[in-house]
């Protein structure tokens, strides 16, 4: 072997790892974008004493968040669906009380 050959191959080998990190490095970044633009969905609970008080659903992610449906359970009983229908047939058990209020939920 002489020295083109051995100079020839060490290129060859810095070609190929410089296309492996390349093709890791462009997937890590797709990966990264994905997640960074992911819904992050919370539930907040506003009581106030003498207010309106509820239960309000914000997307705090910076992606968009589609809700294709939704469920009321209280002590693993099923009571319909999240509407408003369902929630006003419940007022009257809902306690004045925050602290109490959220020991409901």
């Known amino acids: ?42 539930l ?12 309000r659903l914000i997307n705090c992610g910076l992606g968009p968040a589609i809700v294709t449906g939704s469920s009321l359970k209280i002590d693993d009983q099923f009571l319909g669906e999240w509407s408003k229908e369902v929630v006003d047939a419940l007022r009257h058990s809902f306690f004045a009380s925050p602290g109490k209020l959220c020991n409901i939920l």
Do not use: K, W
């Open 1 to 42: 072997m002489d020295t083109n050959t051995i100079a020839a191959i060490g290129a060859t080998a810095t070609a190929v790892f410089s296309l492996l990190i390349s093709v890791h490095q462009g997937r890590t970044m797709i990966q990264h974008n994905r997640q960074s633009v992911r819904p992050l969905l919370q």
């Open 44 to 55: 907040r609970l506003i009581a106030h004493t003498g207010e309106e008080s509820g239960i």
